[in-house]
């Protein structure tokens, strides 16, 4: 089998992008024809999803019993630090892009709006807090509660560290035996997540093919604006701040794109960062050198709680629809929107789609309810509308994010193995996987 060979020789990234492009072209020359590939595209998110839990509950077990219970709080805090304000940065660009472009001015919406998405009620922030701690982390695990898991696999990770230096030698042993139990569990997904990786140019192919047939030219009518402020205000989050940010910490930006580019495909593609945790995690490890000591814990709680692309699209949107609206929001409202919008980030969950719920829950604190008949709801079902092609961008930069901050937080650390980031270390090599 010809073709099989040249499959698994060539370049996986030169692959995934030769799907990138034959699925858009596919896409807009098909239209919504194109849509019986949508299950090929389906098993791909399935497939990386099928190994996040595992992958999660392994790596953070191994990496929380890894290293010492007080190294474990400083990583901690330097990552919701920087996690926090890079987040309040993105939102402050949102807005700063939104109010030069002004998406929507001109537009006065009203009458009645359509859109079956409305009255999906945005849950409160103490309620995301409280839930964090599990009534029962086995069912946590099993219904995909990220926080949850993540709390209790860090227990249990620690659980095993203190009992690693205990004075009892059977205790010891037992407590090594168990690590390395669930050390030879993550390595076994590890070996999952490259097999997984091999099927991911079809996945690709098919997953953009369908946006592309489902949006057609249309895409492009009068939520160009929105479109092009939101993509405007990634690239300036992306140049502006975290090159900035890893200037700070002494790490070339453009060598960091480069090594992490197959996590901000995938995260672009399947629109999900809990999705491309797998891969995210096997770049940290394998591309930038990251200690497993702190990647298991900076990435799952990245990918939860860090959403820099989803805080500048509901910056960037809300403005939009205060401009639709004829009601322009004014400075305290803005301020307002930096708040909200950082928490509402925080309580999205890495899924497709989850930022345009939280939305509401911005909107809402400016007094813009989203109800059936408004012209609110109007002009948000507008942003529904074209929720996929926003999706893709954010979600690439919400992965970016946290594997900035993963890689900074190592560095301060001294967990940064820069001896892969060499040009001839075998871990620059193409990314090519077994
Ligand atoms: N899809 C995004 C993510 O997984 C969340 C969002 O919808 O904004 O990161």
Redesign the pocket.
């Known amino acids: 089998m010809k073709w099989l060979h040249w499959y698994f020789r060539t370049n996986l990234l030169v692959r995934i992008l030769i799907g990138l492009a034959a699925g858009s072209l596919a896409g807009i020359v098909f239209g919504p024809r194109i849509e019986w590939v949508s299950p090929l595209g389906d098993v791909f998110v399935r497939l990386l999803k099928l190994i996040v839990m595992p992958v999660v509950v392994f790596t953070l077990i191994v990496g929380a019993a890894s290293i010492h219970p007080a190294r474990l709080g400083r990583v901690g805090i330097k990552a919701l630090l920087l996690y926090t304000l890079t987040t309040g940065f993105a939102v402050a660009i949102g807005l700063a892009v939104g109010n030069v472009f002004q998406p929507g001015a001109g537009m006065k919406l009203a009458g009645s709006a359509a859109g079956g998405s409305m009255g999906i009620a945005a849950p409160s922030l103490l309620q995301t807090v409280l839930e964090i701690v599990p009534l029962n982390p086995f069912k946590a695990i099993t219904d995909g509660n990220m926080l949850q898991t993540i709390f209790f696999a860090i227990l249990f990770g620690m659980g095993v560290a203190y009992l690693r230096e205990s004075a009892d030698p059977r205790v010891r042993q037992a407590a090594d035996t168990v690590f390395a139990f669930f050390d030879g569990c993550a390595e076994v997904m590890y070996k999952v997540v490259n097999w997984i990786l091999q099927y991911a140019p079809i996945g690709v192919f098919a997953l953009i093919a369908v946006v592309f047939g489902q949006q057609g030219p249309e895409a492009f009518g009068p939520l160009a604006m929105v479109t092009v402020s939101v993509y405007a205000a990634l690239l300036l989050h992306l140049i502006v701040v975290y090159s900035g940010l890893l200037v700070i910490f002494r790490i070339h930006p453009l060598k960091f794109l480069v090594r992490a580019r197959e996590a901000i495909v995938t ?1 672009f593609v399947t ?6 945790l797998p891969v995210s995690m096997d770049v940290a490890e394998n591309k930038l050198g990251v200690s497993k000591g702190v990647y298991s814990f900076t990435l799952p709680l990245g ?1 939860t709680i860090n ?1 820099d ?2 805080a500048i ?1 509901q910056g960037v949107c809300v403005l939009f629809i205060g401009f639709a609206v004829g009601a322009p929001l004014d400075f305290g409202q803005q301020m307002t929107v930096i708040l909200t919008a950082v928490l509402a ?1 925080i309580g ?11 939305l509401m829950m911005v909107l809402n604190s400016v007094g813009m309810e989203v109800e059936q008949g408004t012209s609110v709801a109007m002009a948000y079902s507008m942003i529904f509308g074209i ?1 996929a092609l926003l ?1 893709m961008g ?2 690439a930069l ?2 970016t994010g946290d594997l900035v901050v993963t890689c900074g937080v190592a560095k301060v650390e001294g967990e940064l193995d820069e001896t892969c980031w060499q040009a001839d270390a075998p871990g620059a090599a193409a990314p090519e996987v077994v």
């Open positions: 995260a629109r999900s960062s809990g999705g491309t990918a959403m692309g989803t699209y980030s999205t969950a890495g899924v497709p789609g989850s930022g345009a719920i939280m929720d999706d954010r979600t919400n992965v």
